[in-house]
C-alpha cells in the first residue's frame, strides 16, 4: 500500500466518524424535539381543562376529543393514552427548561411515574449522566436503584453525589447491597461454582459495570499476586476514577465466613502496598457473597473500617412487592443502629 492510499484510507475513516456523529446527534435532536412537542401538547391540554367548569369531567372529555381528531390524521402516537400522559409530562415538569435534552420521550414516560420527587430527580440526573438508554433506566428503576444506596446512605448525599454537586468520599456511597445479577441469566439451581459466577460476570461486564455504578472500570480477572514465593488470585480488580482507588471483588457461593474477610484483607494490603500510587486513594475490597452475618462482619474487621465491604447478591430480581418489603426492613435495621 503507497502513502496516498494510507492517506485515503485515513480521511476515509475520518469522514465514517463525522457522518456517524452527525446522524447520531440527529437523532438525539429529533428526540428532543419530540420531547418539546409533548411538553406543549400537555401544556395546551391542561390550560384548555382549568377553563372547563365541571374540570374533572372536562378533562376526559378533552384528551377523548384531542385523541379522536389527532389520532386519524398522526397515528398511534396521539392515542388519548399519549395525550394524557402528555398531559401528566406537563403537570410533572411545568417548567420547560429543566428538562434535559439528553432524555427521550420513551425515557420521560418513565420518568413521571414517580410520586416522589427525590426519586424521579435521582433518576432523570443518573440518565443523564451516564447517558443510559430506555432499557438501563428501566433495569435501574425495575432494580430499586435507589433505595438501595439509600441504605446506606442519607437521602441529601444520595441526590448530591448523583447531581454532580460533590464527589463520593466514601465507597459506601456508591457500593449496592444488595447487588441484582439477573442480567447473567443463570440457570436455577441451589448452588454455584465460583468460576462459573465470574465467568458469567466477564461474559456479561457490560451490564456488570452498569450495577456496579458510576465511575468503574475493568482492570483484571484472577490478578496474580506473588507473595514471596506463594502465588494468590484475585478474582476481579476495577478501578473506580470517582473515588481514585481499586477495587478488588472477591466472590463467594456461599455464606460468608470470617477467613474469607481475612483472606480478601490480604489483597487489599498487598495492593496498598504494592500497586497504590501516592496520589491514590486506599484499595477498596468487596466481597459479593451468596449469603452473610452483618454482625459477624462488623466483628471480624477493625473498628471503622470502611474500605472492606460484604455485599449479597442476587440471581433474580424479585416482585416489586417483596423487594420494597426487604428493602424497607433493612432500612429499619440501619435505622436501630
Excluded at 42 to 67: I, L, N, P, W
Excluded at 105 to 116: A, C, D, M, T, V
Excluded at 273 to 283: C, L, M
Excluded at 328 to 336: F, I
Aim: glycine residues 4%.
Amino acid at each position: 500500500m503507497d502513502k496516498l492510499e494510507i492517506n485515503s484510507s485515513v480521511i476515509i475513516n475520518d469522514l465514517i466518524q463525522i457522518i456517524e456523529n452527525a446522524k447520531l446527534k440527529a437523532v438525539k435532536s429529533v428526540d428532543f424535539h419530540r420531547v418539546q412537542m409533548y411538553w406543549e401538547i400537555g401544556e395546551r391540554v391542561f390550560k384548555e381543562e382549568q377553563g372547563g367548569k365541571d374540570r374533572a369531567e372536562y378533562s376526559k372529555y378533552v384528551t377523548k376529543r384531542v385523541a379522536q381528531e389527532l389520532e386519524p390524521l398522526y397515528g398511534t402516537g396521539f392515542s388519548r393514552r399519549q395525550i394524557e400522559l402528555a398531559r401528566q409530562f406537563y403537570r410533572t415538569f411545568p417548567i420547560a427548561n429543566t428538562l434535559y435534552s439528553q432524555l427521550s420521550w420513551s425515557q420521560y414516560k418513565i420518568l413521571i411515574r414517580f410520586e416522589n420527587q427525590d426519586k424521579r430527580e435521582f433518576y432523570m440526573v443518573e440518565a443523564k449522566k451516564n447517558n443510559w438508554s430506555v432499557r438501563q433506566l428501566e433495569r435501574q428503576v425495575n432494580s430499586s436503584l435507589y433505595e438501595r444506596l439509600l441504605m446506606s446512605n442519607d437521602k441529601e448525599s444520595v441526590l448530591v453525589v448523583a447531581k454532580g454537586e460533590q464527589l463520593p468520599s466514601e465507597s459506601k456511597e456508591i457500593i449496592k447491597d444488595p447487588m441484582f445479577l439477573e442480567f447473567l441469566e443463570m440457570e436455577r439451581k441451589t448452588s454455584y461454582y465460583e468460576q462459573d459466577l465470574e465467568s458469567a460476570i466477564i461474559t456479561h461486564l457490560q451490564d456488570f459495570l452498569l450495577e456496579l455504578g458510576n465511575g468503574f472500570s475493568f482492570v483484571a480477572r484472577q490478578k496474580r499476586l506473588h507473595i514471596e514465593g506463594d502465588e494468590f488470585y484475585a478474582d476481579l480488580v476495577f478501578y473506580n476514577r470517582l473515588l481514585q482507588c481499586f477495587v478488588i471483588i472477591e466472590i463467594k457461593t456461599h455464606k460468608l465466613t470470617h477467613q474469607d474477610i481475612g483472606q480478601l484483607q490480604m489483597y487489599v494490603n498487598y495492593y496498598n502496598r504494592i500497586e497504590k500510587q501516592e496520589y491514590e486513594n486506599p484499595t477498596i475490597g468487596i466481597l459479593l457473597c451468596a449469603a452473610k452475618n452483618d454482625a459477624m462482619v462488623k466483628f471480624t474487621l477493625p473498628k471503622n473500617e470502611k474500605n472492606i465491604l460484604a455485599s449479597k447478591y442476587e440471581l433474580y430480581i424479585p416482585s416489586e412487592k417483596q423487594l420494597l418489603s426487604e428493602l424497607k426492613t433493612e432500612l429499619n435495621k440501619q435505622e436501630k443502629k
